[in-house]
C-alpha cells in the first residue's frame, strides 16, 4: 500500500538510479582492471543509495536517508579494504589485470589463456635519490586499458 | 531316603550349566593370563556341574515314582512375543537329571584327559573355554523345560561342534569339516525350528513348555507333520541317515573333543529330544488317528535308524583309520537308539503308550553306557594317538599292547562293550532294544512287519559291530610290533593325566550296564518321569540275548580269524565302496553341493555383470552432471559475477511472472 505523496518525481530519481546501477554493472563485467571494476561496483552501490534517497523522500519519513549513511559508511570501510587487497595482489603478480588470478579453477580446467593482455609495466629504473629541491624526476604514465 | 528342600534345588539347578558357563567366560576373558592353567576353572567348574547334578539325580532317585509332575522351576521371563510367552525353566526330572549328571560326569574326565592331551597347544585357552561353553550349552539342553530354551543349548552345543571341530583351523581339511558339519545340522535345526512353529501355531497359544505341549491334543496331521520336523532335526543333530555325513569328518578335532561332543554327548542330543516327547504324546494320544499319526512318524525314525546302523557298520569294515572306525561305529549305535525309539506299536492307547515308554527307555539306557564306552574307546584312541605322533592308521601302527599296557586293557573293555559280550555294559543295553524291537513286532498292530525285519537288521548290525570292533583292536594291539617314525620318542604310555580317566571310565563301561540293566533298576527309574508309562518288570529274555550274543561273538570268531592280515593297500572294489562310505558324500557332492555351487557361481555373475552395473550406471549420472557443469568454474572473477547478474535477472523475472 502506498500512501498518498505529492512528491511527483519518483519516477526520475528512479530511473537515474537504475541506469547508474546498470552503467556500474556493465563496466564491473567488462572491466578487467581490479581498480576500475571496483569503481564501478562503486557505482552500483551509489545507484541503490539513491533509490533509498527516493523512496524516503516519497514515503516522507527518514529511514531511507538514515540507512543511506550507514550504506555511504560501509562502502567507504570496503573500499579502504578493497584498496589494501588490491595492492597486495598488485605487489604480488605486478600488474592490476584480474585475469591473471585463476586459481579457484577446477583442477581438470586449463586456464583461459589472454590472447590480449596489458602490456607489463616497462622495468623501473630505481628511484633515484630526492634531490635537494624536494621533487621527483618525471615518472612515465601508468598504462591502462579498458 | 535321599531329599533336598525346594529352595536348595532352586538354587542348585542353574548351577550345573552355569559353573561351566561362568569358567568359560573366565577362561575366555583371562585366558591370555592363565595359559598353562587355563584348565584349572573349566575343570573345578565342570567337577562342581557333576557334582550337583549327582546330588539332583539322588534327589529324584529319593523320591521315586512320587515324582512330582511339574518339577519345574521357573526362573524368569526370557522373551514375549505376541501370545507367546516363553521363561527360563528348567525341569528336573528322571531323564533330564539322568542326562545332566552323565554329561557332567563324562565331561568331568574328558577335562581332566584333555589338559594332559592339548598340553603345549599355542590354543590351549581357546580349547578349555569352547569345551566349558559346550558342557554349560549341553545342560541348558538336558534341563530346559520348553523347546525354546532347549533350542538356545542345541544351537550353543551346535556352535561349540563348529568351533572344536575347526580347532586347528589352519588346516584345510579342519576348516571343511567344521563347515561341512554346522551346515548339515543346520539342515536339521532349521526342521526343528520349523517343528517348534507348527506345535505352537496348533497348540493353545500359551507356551512351548513341555507340559503345554504334552496336555495338548493336536490334530493329528498337525502332529505328524511337528514329529517329523523334530525328527529331522534329531536326525542332523545325531547324524542319521541321511543327514549322517557331517560326523565322519568330524573327527579332524582334537581327540578329546570326539569323544566329548562326537560320541558321547551332543550327538546323543537327537536321541533326548525324541525321547522326551515320544512317550507323553503317546500316552495322550487317544484317537486311533493320532496313534497312526505317531506310528507313521516312528516308522520314519525306525528306518533311517535301521539304514543308518547297518551303513555305518559296513563302512567301519572298510575303514584303516581307529577313529574313524569309531566315528562310524558311532554312526551305527546312534542308529540302534533310533530302531529303539521306533519301536512301538498303534493297536490301543494303553499298549502304544507303555511300548513307547519301554523303547525310549531302551533307547536312552543304550544312550547311557554308549557314553561310557565309546568315550573310553575314543580316550583310549587319543591316547595311542598321543603316543604314535597322530598317525592312526592300521596299516602303519599295531603291536602297541606292551607299549602301551593302560591303554590296551581299557580299549579292550571299550571294544568288548561295543561288540555287546556280557557282562559289559554294552551287551545290556543293545539286547534291551532287541528286546522291544521284537515286542513292536509282535504286538499286533499295523507295524509288525517292518519292525520284524529291523529285528534281524540289528542282528546282522551286532554281527557286524563284533566283526569291526575285534578287528580294529586286533590290529591295534596285537601282532608285530609296527612304530610309525612319527612317533619318535613319544611311543610310551600317556602321562598319569591321561591313564586316569581311561581308567576311570572303564570302570562303568565295564559294569554300569550289568548293574543297572538286568536289575531294571534304570528302566525303572526313567519310565518314573511325569507322563511316562511305568516300567513293567518281566523276565530277562534269555532266547533274544542268546541270539544277539550269538551274532557278536560270530563277528568277533570272524575277526580273530582274520588275525593279522593287514588291510591292503591294493585297491579293491568292495573295500573302496565301503571306504569312501557308499559314496554318499560323492552322490551329495554331485546333486546337492556341485548344483548349488554352479548356481552360486551364476548368481555371483549376475550380481557382478547385471546389479553392480546398474548401480554403477546411477552412480555415473552425478559424475556426468558435474562433468558438463565443470567447466564453468573457470576461475575468472567476470563469469563469475555474471552468473549473477543472470541469477538477478532469473529472480526479477519470476517475481514479475508470478505476479
Known sequence: ?146 | MFELSTETLWLLLPLIPGLPLMAAALVAIFGHRLGERSHLPVLLAVAGSAIFGFLALMHVRGMGAHQAPNAVFNYANWFEAGNLRVDWELRLDSLSAMMAAMVSFISLWIVLFSAGYMHGDPSYPRYFAAVGLFVGAMNILVLANNLPLLFLGWEGVGVCSYLLIGFWFAKPEAAKAARKAFLVTRLGDVALLAGMILLYRAGDPVGLSYDTIFSHHYDATTLYWALVCLGIGAFGKSAQFPLHVWLPDAMEGPTPVSALIHAATMVTAGVYLLARMLPPLAGHAVTAAQLESIGAFQDLVLVSGGVTALLAALIALGQTDLKRILAYSTLSQLGYMFMALGAGTTKGNVECHSLASAAAAAAVFHLFTHAFFKALLFLSAGSVMHAMGNVLDLRRIGGLRKLLPITHICFLVGALALAGLPPFSGFFSKDGILEVLEQGAHSGGSRDGLQHAMLWLGLITAGLTGLYTMRAYLLTFWGKERIPEEAGHHAHESPVVMTIPLSVLAVPAAFIGLALGPTHLFGHFIQASPGWHAAETHAFAWKLAAVGLGAAAAGIAVALALGDRRPSRKPNGLAETARSGFFIDDVYTAFFAKPLEQFGRLLNFLDRELVDKLFELFARIPGWLGESLRPLQNGLLQYYALAMALGLVVLIAMFTLAR
Not at chain 1, 58 to 74: D, I
Not at chain 1, 81 to 109: C, F, H, P
Request: net charge negative; with cysteine; charged share 15%.
Open chain 1, 1 to 146: 500500500m502506498i500512501p498518498p505523496s505529492d512528491y511527483p518525481g519518483l519516477s526520475q530519481h528512479l530511473l537515474v538510479g537504475a541506469v547508474l546501477f546498470c552503467l556500474g554493472l556493465v563496466g564491473f563485467l567488462a572491466r578487467r582492471n581490479m581498480i576500475l571494476a571496483f569503481l564501478n561496483a562503486e557505482l552500483m552501490v551509489q545507484g541503490v543509495a539513491l533509490n533509498f534517497v527516493a523512496f524516503s523522500r516519497y514515503r516522507g519519513n527518514l529511514e531511507g536517508q538514515s540507512f543511506v549513511l550507514f550504506l555511504l559508511t560501509v562502502a567507504a570501510c570496503e573500499a579502504a579494504i578493497a584498496m589494501a587487497l588490491i595492492l597486495v595482489l598488485y605487489k604480488n603478480r605486478g600488474t592490476l589485470d584480474v585475469s591473471v588470478w585463476q586459481e579457484l579453477r577446477e583442477d581438470s580446467l586449463d586456464a583461459v589463456e589472454d590472447t590480449d593482455p596489458l602490456p607489463l609495466p616497462a622495468a623501473q629504473a630505481p628511484m633515484p635519490p630526492l634531490p635537494t629541491a624536494g621533487l621527483g624526476p618525471q615518472q612515465p604514465e601508468e598504462l591502462s586499458r579498458v
